[in-house]
């Protein structure tokens, strides 16, 4: 289940949308870095670049402190807020939040990752890992009737 954290008391962007938690609250997911790693320099400077130009367009999905998807949004905005520490549209940023159980959380960072152009490794990764999850998801269903 997915909803949206809001700071009520931050306004800031175009159109005076809600910021929310302070970009220094998150930190990568465990099982996100296993699979596919961290997003490279290259790519947090791209996105850097489309911040600066078009502003934070998607916001990120979060489960307690962890991202679940929008890694190198994140880090962009990290190290944007790093060299802008002024600029409040850099030390907030939207986030939609992620209700779900450890083995949830595992199954969307896959899902969420489907359009990525993946390395055999990553592909192999996800199968193992999706194999495993399904497997604790029919567990649970049968336990629940």
């Not at 947090?44 to 998607?58: A, F, H, N």
């Amino acid at each position: 289940m997915i909803g949206t954290q809001r700071r009520p008391s931050e306004k800031h962007g175009v159109g005076f949308q809600e910021w929310t938690p302070e970009v220094t609250e998150f930190e990568s997911h465990p099982f996100s870095v296993q699979v596919y790693g961290e997003p490279t320099a290259e790519q947090i400077t791209e996105m850097k670049k489309s911040i600066l130009d078009k502003g934070l367009l998607t916001p990120i999905l979060v489960w307690n402190k962890y991202v679940v998807s929008g890694n190198t949004r994140w880090a962009a905005m990290k190290q944007l807020h790093e060299e802008f520490p002024d600029r409040k549209d850099f030390r907030y940023i939207p986030t939609n939040t992620f209700d779900g159980t450890e083995i949830e959380v595992e199954q969307t960072i896959i899902e969420a990752n489907r359009q990525r152009v993946k390395t055999e490794s990553q592909k192999d990764a996800e199968a193992a890992h999706l194999l495993r999850i399904e497997k604790a998801l029919a567990a649970e269903r049968l336990k629940q009737g």
